[in-house]
Structures are given as structure tokens and as C-alpha cells.
């Protein structure tokens, strides 16, 4: 196994999962949550997207194929929940917005869209399908990247732990700022996704 091939997999899943990039996203879809709601939320979205990732890592092309799901669908369909996600983001329906108000008991972003697809998105899913079918079937090659991955999935996890102290930087103004700003860069995202798939399936 080539130490460039372990480098190109290290820093392809850092790009396409982008731990720093999560902070904020995740400080703004469990704003209002104790620390301790916010840790479980960040343990069990970081599980969630490990156990995906080594799913389509291993039979990724297989699982869809069985299904009749291309890869531009599957593209397409994170990002129109993206967007949905985005609009929440702009209006501030994900949560309770008010002072000395709780979250909702149903608010639980840890599956969507913290899971899936923020970290185990249509990008990281591609990637790692392709990054061990370039390892040509080598049972190595196989668990180094998902090594790898499960290595990113813990990095990703600690930056999570540690955005309350970024809150408390910014401020609740700071922060309703940045979650405005990043449901427009989410929905962006989403579309991009979308076109992206689309031009996968070779109609543009």
C-alpha cells in the first residue's frame, strides 16, 4: 500500500466531511441544548455516520445497485433535504427561539441532517465507495481507508465538543447572525448538490 494513497484518503475525507466546517452548523441546530444533550447529540450523529460510511464503504455500490439508486439520485435527494434543512435554518422553525424556552422534546438533529448529510453526506459516501474500489479489492487497502475514515469521524467528534466555548464567543447575537448566513450557504450547498446529480445522470 502506497503511503500517497493514504495521504489522497486522508485528505479527501477531511474536505468532503470538513470537521471545522461542522461547528457551527452543529451550534446552530442544537442552540437552547444543555451540554449533556449536546454531547449525546454529538455521540450519537458521529455512531450513526460511522456505521454509514463503513456500510457503503463495504457494499456501497452494491446496496444501491440492489435498490435501483444511482449515485446522482442519491446525490439529488441530499439535496433537496439539505434545503429543507437550509429553510429551517432562515426561519428558525428547527427550534425554540425564545428566552427561558426548552427545545422541543421531537428537536433531534442528530440523524438529520447532523448524520446524514453533513457528515455522511452524498460526498462522503462517493468518496468512499471510490477510494476503496481504487484499493482494486485489497482487504488493506479496504480497512485503512475506513480507518481513516473512522479516524475523521473521531476528529469530527471532538470539534463538536468543543463548540460550546465558540457560543459563548459569539454571543446570541453572533449566533443567530451565523445560522442566517449558513442556511443561505446550506441551500447553495444543496443545490449544488442537486446539479451535480443531475449532470450525473447526463441530462445537462
Known amino acids: ?36 444533550q449536546r454531547r449525546a447529540m454529538a455521540q450519537r450523529a458521529c455512531l450513526i455516520a460511522a456505521v454509514l460510511l463503513t456500510m457503503f464503504g463495504l457494499a456501497g455500490e452494491a446496496i444501491l445497485g440492489f435498490i435501483g439508486i444511482s449515485m446522482s439520485a442519491f446525490r439529488i435527494a441530499g439535496g433537496i433535504l439539505l434545503f429543507l434543512t ?15 424556552q426548552t427545545p422541543d422534546d421531537d428537536h433531534d438533529p442528530s440523524v438529520f441532517p447532523l448524520a446524514t448529510p453533513l457528515i455522511a453526506g452524498p460526498g462522503a459516501i462517493a468518496s468512499i465507495i471510490l477510494l476503496i474500489g481504487q484499493g482494486g479489492g485489497d482487504w488493506a487497502a479496504t480497512f485503512a481507508v475506513l480507518g481513516l475514515t473512522w479516524g475523521m469521524i473521531l476528529v469530527t467528534f471532538f470539534f463538536l465538543l468543543a463548540s ?23 441551500a447553495a ?16
Open 1 to 36: 500500500m502506497e503511503t500517497a494513497f493514504l495521504i489522497t484518503a486522508f485528505a479527501t475525507m477531511f474536505v468532503v466531511i470538513d470537521p471545522p466546517g461542522l461547528v457551527p452548523l452543529f451550534i446552530a441546530l442544537t442552540r437552547g441544548m444543555t451540554a449533556a
Open 189 to 204: 450547498l444543496s443545490v449544488q448538490f442537486v446539479i451535480d446529480g443531475v449532470r450525473q445522470t447526463g441530462l445537462i
Open 164 to 186: 460550546p466555548p465558540l457560543e459563548r464567543m459569539l454571543g446570541r447575537t453572533g449566533t443567530i447572525v451565523i445560522t442566517r448566513l449558513l442556511g443561505m450557504l446550506l
Open 86 to 100: 437550509a429553510l429551517d435554518m432562515l426561519f428558525e422553525r428547527r427550534t425554540q427561539r425564545r428566552e427561558g
